[in-house]
């Protein structure tokens, strides 16, 4: 810059007798001299603008907006303390203090990070080959932007380091380890979070972060069973460069060029042997891609697989694939499993104790397919037993878990706080279904459909709904048995009979409860489902009048699980809905399977608002089928409270079926010959008429705790929950 500015100036001195008239030596010396200067400012200043910024200049996440390079260099005795390895026996009630969290309005936890500094040993050697990388950097601008960042130490609920140990290759253990313990409030690592992504390093590759770190909390990158600290921990994915540099369109999901894809170019000889051997098998239905070995090595590189001589470039070839192998390598965790999600491909994880990523608030179920090593010869065999429609599915999900959690260093770091704020609130926690249901397949209407939080009602107590017809021995039976329970508030039975008269006031059994008898003008199923004014109470028990096997036990669990759950359809036996491949439409499955989609209201839990809005918003004509065909109601519900909710019901105690010994063929209407071919009809008339299918399939249910195990029955809440 000096030389340029003399450049100028001689040039200028040069030619100035020609162009100006010639003035006293020293005006012309001030004028040169001022000319100079303005030069030289705009050089700088254009320089400063459009030069290139580097990792180091762009680090300004504190807010003094400080660069890496002003930061204060701190250097690390030889003696400093190393803080211990790092307590496997950590818990969030052992390790964390959450009384600094305390309480506050917004349920928010708040994170201050740490000034930056440069750490180095005696000799001025630092403690990191790289520094601080543009994905640490990312991460800490990511919080310091976020609501969860505090720039006042005395209210942080949580502390993050400005050390960055994303890659332990890059780091010095012992020195960062004493980095760590410099800090002003370690406090052996109470309430401080680390982030790592690329643990361990030859020749054993530890599956979580080797620096010692006391009860630092952990949100790494390849977690396995033995290292990671269940409700502890987090477990977070090994972030892709190629989500900053390449954007893939979403693709709709549905069938692919290829069937399966596998695009890692470092897996073990035997894994790619067995691969290979399933290529050989399947054909052109499976691609196995390797590094190109005609290319020079560099980023370009990077993002090219080829086949036989046959260039692809990725990741952009994962969206032709329908099913993308990721296999373990020297390390758990994957950078390909990111590129995968991406493309909207149905990632295969084989790896064996790997904790997948956000497990802890992710259903992994509903995106991926996770198959054990030893059953990779079995792959093809496996996903091909997946329904096409399931597949989709997936796809879809795999692609919305990448947008929310994946894409960038800002994603992973925001799941990462959430889900310790989750920890520490959670009575304000995310729920599952905000968790992993997809904002574009939410219905507007999805929410608590009581417009109210989801807190044990005020009014005790249950409302049982008893619809009968004429079968009086039975029904003095179940009301004789439902008496027997404790929160029993009101009994109403509804008699659906025109033609014959209930009995009289002293032959009905005598209970402690009001006991109410309405009589309907038609014989409708749906009339179980009226909003009587008689029912005060928020929770509704709908029970049939041959129901005679439940037990008290049963029927109170029933009740207290649904105050834990009043928005959901609380029930006994599940029922399952299925796609029938060959005919092309839903069926109604009654055997015993471990999921459940449904739960027959013949002995169900519900809130009474969906009375109403059974009564008076039902879609079309599923009110009247269900009348027409004396059948259905309890589906009719479940479609009901699926698609107002967005949630499953819940199945609880272990039995599957309602076992009455003294119906006979006649008098039950569920053994009708045409009604499980009539249930099936309605799940496909109910389907059409929602305009989607909003039963939703769990495999879960709700037992009493201690009901099985060997204790004295004194000891037990709920001991009689029956059988089968």
Same mark, same amino acid.
């Given at each position: 810059?000096?030389? #340029? ?115 180095? =040993? ?6 990191? /080959? ?102 502890? =921990? ?27 894809? /596998? ?74 499993? /990111?590129?995968? #999600? ?158 014959? /008269? ?203 705790? #201690? ?16 059988? #089968?």
């Amino acid at each position: 810059m000096v030389r #340029l500015s003399m450049c100028a100036s001689g040039k200028y001195s040069s030619r100035g007798p020609a162009l100006i008239p010639r003035m006293k030596t020293k005006h012309r010396i001030y004028y040169i001299t001022l000319f100079s200067v303005v030069l030289l400012g705009l050089i700088a200043t254009g320089m400063f603008q459009f030069w290139p910024h580097s990792i180091e200049s762009t680090a300004d996440w504190g807010l003094d907006r400080r660069s890496v390079h002003d930061a204060p260099l701190v250097r690390l005795p030889i003696s400093n303390p190393i803080p211990e390895r790092g307590d496997l026996s950590c818990r969030m009630h052992t390790c964390f203090d959450v009384y600094r969290c305390g309480y506050n309005p917004k349920n928010r936890i708040k994170v201050y990070i740490y000034p930056l500094q440069r750490f180095v =040993d005696e000799v001025g050697v630092p403690i990191s /080959s790289t520094g601080l990388s543009r994905e640490y950097n990312d991460l800490l601008s990511a919080i310091s932007d976020s609501e969860f960042y505090t720039d006042d130490v005395t209210r942080a609920c949580l502390f993050v380091p400005s050390i960055d140990v994303l890659n332990q290759n890059s780091l010095r253990i012992r020195e960062t380890a004493q980095a760590l313990a410099m800090l002003p409030r370690w406090d052996k690592g109470m309430n401080h979070l680390l982030f790592n992504m690329l643990p361990g390093g030859p020749p054993d590759y530890n599956t979580a972060l080797d620096v010692p770190r006391d009860r630092a909390l952990l949100a790494g990158g390849g977690f396995s069973t033995w290292t990671y600290r269940q409700g502890y =921990d987090i477990s977070i994915p090994v972030y892709s460069p190629l989500s900053a540099d390449v954007e893939l369109p979403e693709r709709q999901p549905g069938p692919r060029r290829y069937f399966i894809l /596998s695009s890692q170019t470092a897996i073990h000889r035997e894994y790619r042997a067995e691969l290979e051997r399933l290529k050989e098998e399947n054909g052109e239905a499976l691609l196995l891609l390797d590094k190109c070995s005609n290319l020079s090595q560099g980023a370009a590189s990077a993002r090219k697989r080829c086949y036989k001589g046959q260039v692809f470039d990725y990741p952009q070839i994962l969206q032709e694939s329908s099913f993308c192998v990721v296999l373990r390598g020297a390390r758990l965790g994957q950078a390909t499993l /990111s590129d995968v #999600l991406q493309a909207g491909c149905v990632p295969v994880i084989l790896a064996d104790s790997y904790i997948l990523p956000f497990s802890e608030v992710l259903d992994w179920k509903r995106a991926s397919v996770v198959i054990p090593e030893e059953k990779l010869p079995e792959m093809y065999t496996i996903l091909k037993s997946i329904p096409h429609r399931q597949v989709e599915e997936m796809q879809r999900q795999a692609r919305w878990f990448w947008d929310a959690y994946f894409s960038s260093m800002k994603a992973i770091g925001m799941t990462t706080l959430q889900i310790i704020n989750d920890r520490i609130y959670p009575y304000a926690a995310r729920t599952y279904e905000q968790w992993n249901n997809p904002p574009l397949v939410k219905w507007s209407s999805v929410n608590s459909p009581l417009f109210l939080p989801l807190i044990p009602p005020r009014s005790p107590g249950f409302t049982a709904v008893v619809l009968t017809y004429d079968r009086i021995e039975s029904l003095f039976r179940v009301i004789t048995e439902i008496s027997k329970v404790p929160s029993l508030a009101k009994l109403l039975v509804v008699w659906n009979n025109q033609n014959k /008269s209930p009995p009289e006031d002293s032959l009905w059994p005598k209970i402690a409860v009001p006991l109410k008898v309405v009589r309907t003008k038609e014989n409708k199923l749906s009339n179980r489902f009226f909003p009587y004014d008689e029912i005060e109470t928020e929770a509704v028990l709908a029970i049939d009048d041959d129901i005679i096997m439940l037990t008290s036990d049963e029927l109170q669990f029933g009740y207290e699980v649904w105050r834990e759950l009043p928005d959901r359809l609380v029930g006994y036996p599940g029922r399952l809905h299925l796609w029938d491949h060959e005919m092309g439409k839903w069926k109604y499955e009654s055997e015993w399977t471990n999921e459940v989609s449904m739960v027959l209201t013949g002995a169900a839990f519900y809130h009474k608002y969906f009375n109403y809005l059974y009564t008076y918003k039902m879609p079309g004509d599923i009110k009247n089928w269900v009348d027409a065909h004396m059948n259905c109601e309890d589906i009719a519900m479940n479609f009901l409270v699926a698609n107002i909710t967005g949630k499953a019901p819940i199945k609880v105690t272990p039995r599957k079926k309602f076992k009455c010994p003294e119906c006979t063929a006649i008098d039950g209407l569920s053994l009708d010959q045409t009604h499980m071919v009539e249930r099936s009809e309605c799940i496909n008339k109910f389907a059409s008429v929602f305009g989607t299918m909003p039963l939703k399939v769990v495999e879960h249910r709700a037992d009493p705790v #201690l009901y099985k195990d060997d204790f004295p029955e004194k000891l037990k809440s709920f001991p009689n929950i029956g059988s #089968l």
